[in-house]
DNA sequence: TCAAAATATGGAGATCATCTCCACTTGTCA
DNA sequence: TGACAAGTGGAGATGATCTCCATATTTTGA
């Protein structure tokens, strides 16, 4: 994947300077402000230069977004290591509203080309994806989380808080989310009298598909170009 | 609002023929396919007449969002007026849900714009959030859902629902997202000991704070320009 | 009823971002 | 070190967006 060639030193150093820049920009929101051949010279090199490392905006995108990815990742494998599940679980999803927070510019740029055409950030955030899921899977088997809800919510939840960026109280409703995520998930069965004594088993057989199914028959992707 | 001004018949005329086709292209996905100008030809009108009555795409798209958003609402005030309070957010909810999917292609285009500048956009959805407030205010009331999470979380994740539409198994997990949210708004303390003998308290709400925040780790500092 | 004033139209072309192409520079290998 | 491969940059082709204004349509009021 990465190791499609060796690719020539000073190559390399443009490539890096193009992502140093990029991730820069990126931060500070101005992406979109910002024509492509004008990043191209602020990062240093010739417009054709970069576009050959990257061919779109959305590619670049990607290569940054990887970075992104691989941290968190890294951070939910730990937080699984040393903590019970659901508590893993809740400190994942509420650093990563701390994260988002920090890095709004970035945030927001990862939103809007997640719209836009997700593709390529789609298959990025496939890890991320899968981390979160091991999470939930790992709470549902220790029977602090319900069966009955994929992972895949809980995605689309962090998909909303981060889409929807710049909202005024953003930082207390994303809280807030999170809560009612997390709080939906408890208890398998919410619907009645769960009082006191009797809540059953929850590690039921029913066991949920939680990993991503393999491309399946092509949704309607549309073509850009 | 609408009233700024008289507005000539004929120009009247072009207006509506503008914002049907917009209407139809929208659901069709084709939105940004399309060349601006070409659209114009389509709805049968001079790209200075489009021009004119929409400045930007954003504009004719909030334009369309308008009815939109004005449907939604006349339903949750229906519902609301006819149900109890809880069952009318969940049905209002869920219905969210269908309607969307009902609508994929206006659902992906909304989702689009309101990443990329939400300025229009959010302005639109005002009401439509308004509605939503009102039906869970109500619920608080009279004491089926908790109070100490406001309604825009709720709007958040109905941000991330439409935001994700091209995952998958959407439906599914968009389903999932709602029963979440209603589950989590349920009964205001969800401090429950719930069964099994060992239950570590999860706790609520905001109280976490995510340490270990590598806020300024950024080796770069921001640019703007 | 009709002419003048006000309002709106459409599309040719100016403007601007994206991307390609290739003459030239830089790195690598023997 | 020479020669060949790999990479570079930026001038200009391309194509979408938006402006401008001569022309057409509607409204006004006498």
């Not at 499609?4 to 190559?11: G, I, M, N, Q, Y």
């Not at 919410?190 to 029913?206: I, K, Q």
Request: aromatic content about 4%; some cysteine; overall charge neutral.
């Amino acid at each position: 994947m990465t190791a499609d060639k060796p690719l020539r030193a000073d190559a390399q150093r443009k490539r890096q300077a193009l992502l140093a820049k990029a991730r820069e920009v990126f931060d500070a929101g101005d992406f979109f402000d910002l024509r492509f051949d004008d990043f191209a010279r602020l990062a240093g090199v010739g417009t054709g230069t970069l576009y050959r490392h990257f061919p779109t905006r959305e590619a670049l995108a990607e290569a940054v977004y990887h970075g992104e990815v691989a941290a968190l990742c890294d951070r939910a494998r730990q937080l699984q290591a040393t903590l019970p599940a659901a508590e893993a679980l809740a400190t994942f999803l509420r650093g990563m509203v701390a994260h988002i927070a920090a890095h709004e510019g970035l945030a927001r740029t990862l939103a809007t080309l997640m719209a836009d055409r997700s593709s390529a950030l789609a298959e990025g955030s496939r890890a991320l994806e899968q981390a979160v899921a091991d999470l939930v899977a790992a709470a549902v088997r220790d029977g602090t989380v319900r069966d009955d809800v994929g992972a895949g919510a809980v995605m689309m939840a962090l998909h909303g808080i981060s889409a929807a960026h710049d909202r005024p109280g953003w930082r207390a409703e994303a809280d807030d989310v999170i809560t009612l995520v997390l709080d939906g998930l408890r208890r398998p069965r919410p619907s009645v009298r769960l009082a006191e004594g009797e809540v059953h088993e929850v590690r039921t057989a029913a066991r949920h598909q939680v990993r991503d199914q393999p491309a399946q028959a092509q949704p309607q992707r549309r073509r850009p170009l």
